[in-house]
T-cell receptor, first 112, second 113 residues
Framework: DAMVIQNPRYQVTQFGKPVTLSCSQTLNHNVMYWYQQKSSQAPKLLFHYYDKDFNNEADTPDNFQSRRPNTSFCFLDIRSPGLGDAAMYLC???????????FGAGTRLSVL | AQSVTQLGSHVSVSEGALVLLRCNYSSSVPPYLFWYVQYPNQGLQLLLKYTTGATLVKGINGFEAEFKKSETSFHLTKPSAHMSDAAEYFCAVRSYNFNKFYFGSGTKLNVKP
């Protein structure tokens, strides 16, 4: 059974139209991460939550926001998607100081 | 600061041949090291990890990696490639403040029949 679930798997949006990607987990992990992965590149960390504490990467554009209403759910909001935001978005979780991150299958975002 | 370098963005081997994917890291503290595999349009799946103890680590699907501190390396190997091993492989190091993982740029493994 999937433990980190991302919906939808494929998302198409229009240039400038806000879009939200969702991630849920059944692992009860306290840390959740959002990565952006462009074709043939490494996943790039956008931000992560440690419990309710939000940690933004210094180079994450303001266009990207996140919400974590509870332990199980985390959302990635892109306020005004540009063509350069088309990518795979990966959600991951980990438990505190444990070393393993568990990844969802990702959401592939297309911007028209 | 931590960083990871994967040498070779593409590696091609014949089925049954040795697989060697290279990873070098930079870390100011003892590193925790990982290899992940990613199949097309999928998330990342953990293959193996090194934290402490034995420097030769065995993972899933017959893969193993050896932590060599003197060489700052953590190369991934498999004695005999299978067609199903064709995927992209990422090496990662965990930062000292444990919440952040730094990934290499990935190596795409192609397995020829």
């Amino acid at each position: 059974d999937a433990m980190v679930i991302q919906n939808p798997r494929y998302q198409v949006t229009q240039f400038g139209k806000p879009v939200t990607l969702s991630c849920s987990q059944t692992l009860n992990h306290n840390v959740m991460y959002w990565y952006q992965q462009k074709s043939s590149q490494a996943p790039k960390l956008l931000f992560h939550y440690y419990d309710k504490d939000f940690n933004n990467e210094a180079d994450t554009p303001d266009n990207f926001q996140s919400r974590r209403p509870n332990t199980s759910f985390c959302f990635l909001d892109i306020r005004s998607p540009g063509l350069g935001d088309a990518a795979m978005y990966l959600c991951a979780t980990s438990r505190g100081q444990q070393n393993i991150q568990y990844f969802g299958a990702g959401t592939r975002l297309s911007v028209l | 600061a931590q960083s990871v370098t994967q040498l070779g963005s593409h590696v091609s081997v014949s089925e049954g041949a040795l697989v060697l994917l290279r990873c070098n890291y930079s870390s100011s503290v003892p590193p925790y090291l990982f290899w992940y595999v990613q199949y097309p349009n999928q998330g990342l799946q953990l293959l193996l990890k090194y934290t402490t103890g034995a420097t030769l680590v065995k993972g899933i699907n017959g893969f193993e990696a050896e932590f060599k501190k003197s060489e700052t390396s953590f190369h991934l190997t498999k004695p005999s490639a299978h067609m199903s091993d064709a995927a992209e492989y990422f090496c990662a190091v965990r930062s000292y403040n444990f919440n952040k993982f730094y990934f290499g740029s990935g190596t795409k493994l192609n397995v020829k029949p």
